[in-house]
């Protein structure tokens, strides 16, 4: 029974038993909000390069529609933005995202008019037995919530209702909670389907009727030995008789030029630091639009030997009245102590700027001799076909029958490719997969384990035996208690939920996956079991902080006792119902203002700009923010499966309230950072929607078994086994969903693509014209100029390692008639600039 009473304490320390904690909550969060908000509304027309970042420097978001100026006049106009402007500047992963948000509000606008019309009602005329909680009853006392199966219902309301039912669920509203838990999965699968459904229309319209480079290319990985040479390799695919091959890119063990490329990247940015230093600093005019710190524009690399450019430039080296600045003075070159010898013992001090650009020039000459050496081919290819179609046929077939050789499938695009995973051997890529994979496993138990005892120590309890004098001024008042026993675990919880990812999308990075897309799909799956474990089953199933150790204490009586686990769950659950709900208002009404603010960006704005010296840092500092899927998607799908899980128990209203106020308003915020704030890179073709799905039917079965061990808990032991057939369907749900819908959101459909073809040559049948005519209404609202966000984005590009071809840049220096001036002789050679190559370096590299 003690604990029985640890767990009591634990309600209340985590907000559970007083509502003024759910009030001052409340309150705390919309004065966040509406802060943060309304100087955003300030701020955003007069720091546009920030909050309209995207709209400015992206193409793709050239389509969408200026907002207005005014206060609130932006908001009626990013309301009226369509499906169709947001496939078209945005694209599939933006969709899906969006859409996600849509589902769950509807599904919880749904679940909450049951919940205030029918659920509510139901409890408030029959309140649980909670004499439990006093400490009067006995150890065989284990059924929670207990209360009489033969309370007669009496509500009006339900009178015609109840008339019709049998006798034993007359006098008995515990029938209301198997129905529900049928009511509400069945609602949520139909969402599913049909919202995918729709999902795969679009996706195969809109992949269907385009044609880029990443749709008509194959990655083909395990390729024998014999077959690995440009050659080979597109004779083996042409005899396939599935099409004809533009180009193949056999992937080679680039590691040589690679780390050659990005030590040489290393030195340039030395250099320019040096010359910076040298030179001295700039004044520079803000831009007005810019954030309030002094920050020039974006410089362009110098080059030289064309006259033209650098009177274009003049402006930026200073020799010209276009922008103002302040002439360097002379100071002392900059000097650098280098490391030679055996063992690197030796050193000696040198002129920096002479040191770092003999550098660059032998390391220039290295990389041009390195870019026509032929290295060791490796067995994987990028096979681009002539048409979508056969590029489909081949990633859709088996094309050999030796296992784990001339494996076909979709191609990454080109600028998401990660080049030096593509030489790592398979076997060092699996070995790094399964490693870091184990090692995110013992580290989420890690966090359970270190994180478990802190919250206990925000108990008045625990604080009183190391800081008794703390202790007892929160227990003189009140309310500065209900802030460090539970606002503090809600703030702690959300900043862990936002540095975490930092860590998880760093380890993901290292598992040798070949595109970025690959890697943010991986982030989201980490991210979702990290919150998913810590949050949501670490709370739940021990219940209590405080009680940690004592729990594992007595683990082996409550292995005996199998009822005082079931009893310990079941309080925990219910007695974590506010302690969510307040997480859930302060993550919607409280953070989303503030992450429309972009609040971590100004923040780390002036730290990024003491370390910015050169031009080239200044650049980067003007680039817009990333979104990052894997960050912000994972914490999503947790709140919506934390309100499932609540829907039918007691005060359900509440988390279904702050939950259905978080996706709404939520929902408004992402549009506006995909659309006009914030670059989102990577893109999987809205792969992302069967990973939501996946993780939705999971809190389902959560929802399930939890309403079952509520139904067993209160006696009503008959009602909680009608729960198994409805687990049974959900699995057998999951399971055709995989094999029906999931090879829709990967491939594309030889039908649309052959729909689109012979729409473009005017072959379709009159059956079908009225639906060719549809689909290319649809394709010309979801497009720019005829084009998609991936045709635009993918102009030119092709598939090649950057190494081989990107330029090899110049320095980036605000002053170069000085430079001149001081080195005449040091202006690097025109025969080694890449720009002007004859032998193709001078392409556009991916």
Not at 216 to 240: D, M, N, Q, W
Not at 713 to 724: C, D, E, H, N, P
Not at 793 to 812: K, T, Y
């Amino acid at each position: 029974m003690d604990n029985i009473h640890s767990l009591e304490g634990y309600g209340d320390r985590v907000g559970t038993s007083s509502p003024r904690d759910t009030v001052i909550q409340i309150i705390l969060s919309v004065a966040l909000g509406i802060g943060a908000f309304l100087t955003f509304c300030v701020l955003r027309p007069r720091w546009t390069a920030l909050y309209a970042a995207r709209k400015r420097q992206k193409d793709e978001a050239t389509s969408l529609p200026e907002l207005p100026d005014t206060l609130f006049g932006w908001i009626p106009a990013l309301w009226r933005i369509t499906e169709q402007q947001v496939l078209a500047s945005a694209g599939l992963d933006a969709y899906v995202f969006l859409e996600f948000f849509k589902m769950a509000t509807k599904f919880l606008a749904v679940v909450l008019f049951f919940a205030l019309a029918v659920i509510k009602p139901v409890h408030d005329r029959y309140p649980d037995d909670e004499s439990h909680l006093h400490g009067n009853h006995t150890h065989n006392d284990t059924a929670m919530f207990h209360v009489s199966s033969t309370r007669s219902m009496r509500l009006d309301t339900f009178d015609t209702l109840v008339s019709y039912l049998p006798d034993e669920m007359q006098t008995d509203y515990l029938w209301m909670y198997p129905v529900f838990a049928y009511l509400f999965t069945s609602l949520a699968l139909y969402l599913i389907v049909s919202e995918t459904r729709k999902v795969i229309e679009i996706r195969q319209e809109y992949l269907g009727s385009q044609s880029t480079v990443t749709d008509r290319t194959i990655r083909l990985s395990g390729i024998p030995l014999e077959l690995r040479s440009e050659e080979k390799i597109k004779a083996f695919v042409e005899e396939l008789e599935i099409g004809k091959v533009e180009s193949v890119t056999l992937c080679r063990k680039w590691k040589e030029l690679d780390d050659l490329m990005t030590k040489r990247m290393d030195y340039l940015r030395r250099l320019e630091e040096a010359w910076t230093v040298y030179l001295g600093s700039r004044n520079v005019e803000r831009s007005l639009e810019s954030l309030p710190i002094a920050q020039p524009s974006p410089p362009e690399p110098v080059m030289a030997g064309n006259e033209d450019d650098e009177n274009e430039r003049s402006g930026l080296m200073g020799n010209g009245s276009g922008q103002p600045h302040i002439s360097p003075h002379r100071r002392l070159r900059p000097r650098t102590r280098i490391w030679y010898g055996r063992f690197n013992l030796k050193s000696k001090v040198v002129d920096a700027i002479d040191y770092y650009e003999e550098r660059l020039r032998t390391m220039d000459d290295q990389i041009l001799a390195l870019r026509q050496k032929e290295f060791e081919p490796m067995p994987l290819a990028f096979v681009t076909m002539d048409t979508v179609a056969a590029c489909q046929m081949a990633v859709q077939a088996v094309l050999d029958p030796s296992p784990l050789q001339l494996l076909a499938n979709t191609s990454p695009a080109p600028s998401d490719v990660v080049w030096p995973n593509t030489y790592l051997p398979r076997r060092s890529r699996m070995m790094r997969a399964w490693s870091i994979t184990l090692f995110i496993i013992i580290l989420t138990v890690f966090w359970s384990v270190v994180l478990v005892p802190v919250a206990g120590a925000l108990n008045t309890d625990t604080i009183h035996k190391v800081f008794p004098k703390l202790a007892d001024a929160l227990n003189s008042h009140p309310i500065l208690k209900s802030l460090v026993q539970t606002q503090l675990p809600t703030l702690l919880i959300s900043l862990l939920n936002v540095l975490v990812p930092y860590l998880y999308d760093w380890l993901a990075n290292l598992q040798g996956m070949i595109s970025q897309g690959d890697v943010e799909l991986s982030v989201i799956s980490k991210n979702f079991f990290f919150t998913f474990f810590n949050f949501f089953v670490v709370f739940t199933v021990l219940g209590t902080a405080s009680n940690f150790y004592k729990f594992f204490e007595d683990f082996g009586d409550s292995l005996k006792d199998t009822t005082k686990i079931a009893y310990t769950l079941a309080l925990s659950l219910q007695r974590l119902l506010n302690f969510y709900t307040n997480f859930i208002i302060l993550q919607g009404l409280g953070l989303f203002p503030l992450r429309l603010l972009e609040f971590g960006s100004v923040a780390m704005y002036p730290i990024s700009l003491i370390g910015a010296k050169t031009p080239r840092d200044y650049a980067e500092l003007v680039q817009p923010p990333t979104f990052s899927y894997g960050f912000y998607l994972p914490q999503t799908i947790l709140i919506f499966i934390i309100c499932v899980v609540y829907s039918v128990l007691r005060s359900s209203w509440k988390v279904l309230l702050s939950g259905l106020a978080y996706f709404m308003i939520g929902g408004f915020v992402y549009k506006y950072q995909l659309l006009y704030a914030m670059d989102h890179r990577q893109h999987s073709t809205g792969r992302g929607w069967t990973m939501i799905c996946d993780r939705v039917i999971v809190g389902l079965i959560v929802f399930q078994l939890t309403t079952a061990g509520q139904l067993a808990l209160k006696g009503a032991v008959k009602r909680s086994v009608l729960i198994v057939p409805l687990l049974i369907a959900t699995v057998w749900f999951s399971i055709v969903y995989s094999r029906t819908y999931k090879p829709l959101m990967k491939y594309i459909a030889l039908r649309s693509v052959r729909r689109a073809e012979h729409f473009e040559l005017g072959h379709a049948d009159e059956d079908e014209s009225a639906d060719a005519d549809l689909a290319n209404q649809r394709y010309n609202s979801e497009t720019r100029d005829g084009q998609t966000v991936d045709e635009s984005r993918e102009r030119g590009l092709r598939f090649i390692n950057p190494s081989l071809i990107a330029p090899l840049q110049s320095v980036w220096i605000a002053d170069k008639v000085a430079r001149d001036e001081e080195e005449p002789n040091q202006v690097a050679d025109v025969s080694h600039n890449p720009w002007r190559s004859d032998s193709g370096e001078g392409e556009s590299a991916v």
